[in-house]
């Protein structure tokens, strides 16, 4: 069964405190892996999509890199407006319509 | 630019009411699909779409109906009701299906007692 999971759950740091997100994820084969940020009482928005291990894109203070298990946001110096809840969200081969698999979500709060 | 945008943001229904969530886009993608979003789980895929006048099941479909008429709009039906659907439903579209980045709506809070 595909599956994603992201750890930690809440994260909590100090303005300029870099640390990174983690996205495990099983599937028989991936066609690409999505990093979504959403805000409280907000839809989701798009961050970044990686389809293979070793990719890595970067944006503004966020960089997601890929292996064949899992992926890491890393967060460089945050800020108090980059709190929110970062979802990871695969696109299986595996599945036969139009199917992502969202992880639960790590919920950031930067603080001053 | 409105991007995606649903009507209502929150309703409040009882048990064997219907109602008719309405998502529309503006960016004329062809891909559109209704997710809702519990607690301590992921999003999760009730219905989408590949273009005008189709529609397909997703991961829970079931209490469900769509339809797409117009391209840019794509309807979520709840026929009766059921606590169990209380959630909240976010409608996103994309361009070239889910291996491409989808833009989401706001949201609509239902809950149904």
């Known amino acids: ?112 | 630019n409105a991007g995606v945008t649903q009507t209502p943001k929150f309703r409040v229904l009882k048990t064997g009411q219907s109602m008719t969530l309405l998502c529309a886009q503006d960016m004329n993608h062809e891909y559109m699909y209704w997710y809702r979003q519990d607690p301590g789980m992921g999003l999760r895929l009730i219905h989408y779409s590949v273009g005008e006048g189709t529609t397909a099941k997703g991961e829970v479909p079931d209490g469900y109906n769509v339809s797409r008429l117009k391209k840019q709009n794509f309807l979520l039906g709840l026929e009766s009701a059921a606590p169990s659907q209380t959630s909240v439903y976010f409608c996103a579209s994309s361009p070239w299906g889910s291996d491409t980045e989808a833009f989401f709506g706001q949201g609509t809070r239902l809950t149904v007692v």
């Not at chain 1, 839809?43 to 966020?62: D, H, I, N, Q, V």
Request: aromatic share 10%; hydrophobic share 30%; glycine share 8%.
């Open chain 1, 1 to 112: 069964e595909d599956q994603v999971t992201q750890s930690p759950e809440a994260l909590r740091l100090q303005e300029g405190e870099s640390s990174s997100l983690n996205c495990s994820y099983t599937v028989s084969g991936l066609r690409g892996l999505f990093w979504y940020r959403q805000d409280p009482g907000k839809g989701p928005e798009f961050l970044f999509t990686l389809y293979s291990a070793g990719e890595e894109k970067e944006k503004e203070r966020l960089k997601a890199t890929l292996t064949k298990k899992e992926s890491f946001l890393h967060i460089t110096a945050p800020k108090p407006e980059d709190s929110a809840t970062y979802l990871c969200a695969v696109h299986p081969t595996d599945t036969g319509f139009q199917k992502l698999v969202f992880g639960t979500g790590t919920r950031l709060l930067v603080s001053p």
